[in-house]
């Protein structure tokens, strides 16, 4: 079975341009989560959808940041304009509704510079 | 707002010996308790988990112990090998949707 699938793995940018992060989420799976991994906080959640629709966006952490689930199997994180702060891990994660474990992506490595 | 705690950021063990990792959580509404594991480049990887209706649950090498009344848990690897070093992530739920995270302990198991 395919896990979450990211893209892409890196991504090196420089301040003020936009930045888009791709996930698909595992088949079947109803939530899909967005996390932001530093040094300092570790995972942090920065939105999830349930069945396509933004359930809680409170973690994300500016106007800079918005995210988009078209359809069941495709999901966006986009950065505009992007900012040297904003350089971190960010993982895509999925879950079914009926169970609380998480797959995780692998993970994409933004660097703004 | 920190509700999952893990104040050693790092751990270092001798192989054969036991791994202890803490972790901490302030939310008492919190039901459901896991570990994960993430290896550089990787994306973190359940590794064993505990219902709050338990105080102790295993599996092979893993051991996870949960101390409600001090919100407390731990994961114990015993015997630790050098394939065990990694980040251990401890994570806290009340429901499927909100799952907070700590920091990430750095575990290295030395040969």
């Known amino acids: 079975d395919a896990g979450v699938i990211q893209s892409p793995r890196h991504e090196v940018t420089e301040m003020g341009q936009e930045v888009t992060l791709r996930c698909k989420p595992i088949?079947?799976?109803?939530?899909l989560f967005w996390y932001r991994q530093t040094m300092m906080r570790g995972l942090e959640l920065l939105i999830y959808?349930?069945?396509?629709?933004?359930?809680?966006d409170s973690g994300m952490p500016e106007d800079r940041f918005s995210a988009k689930m078209p359809n069941a199997s495709f999901s966006t994180l986009k950065i505009q304009p992007s900012e040297p702060r904003d350089s971190a891990v960010y993982f895509c994660?999925?879950?079914?509704?009926?169970?609380?474990?998480?797959?995780f992506g692998s993970g994409t490595r933004l660097t703004v510079v | 707002d920190q509700q999952v705690k893990q104040n050693s950021p790092s751990l270092s063990v001798q192989e054969g010996r036991i791994s202890i990792l803490n972790c901490d959580y302030t939310?008492?509404?919190?039901?459901?308790f896991l570990w994960y594991k993430k290896y550089p480049a990787e994306g973190p990887t359940f590794l064993i988990s505990?219902?709050?209706?338990?105080d102790k649950n295993e599996d092979g090498r893993f051991t996870v112990f949960l101390n409600k009344s001090a919100k407390h848990l731990s994961l114990h690897i015993v015997p630790s090998q050098p394939g065990d070093s990694a980040v251990y992530f401890c994570?806290?739920?009340?429901?499927?949707?909100?799952?907070?995270f700590g920091a990430g302990t750095r575990l290295t198991v030395k040969p």
């Open positions: 088949s079947g799976h109803d939530y």
């Open positions: 959808f349930n069945n396509n629709v933004p359930i809680d």
């Open positions: 994570a806290a739920s009340y429901n499927n949707n909100d799952m907070r």
């Open positions: 505990i219902s709050s209706i338990k």
């Open positions: 994660a999925s879950s079914p509704s009926t169970g609380r474990l998480r797959g």
């Open positions: 939310n008492s509404m919190f039901d459901y």
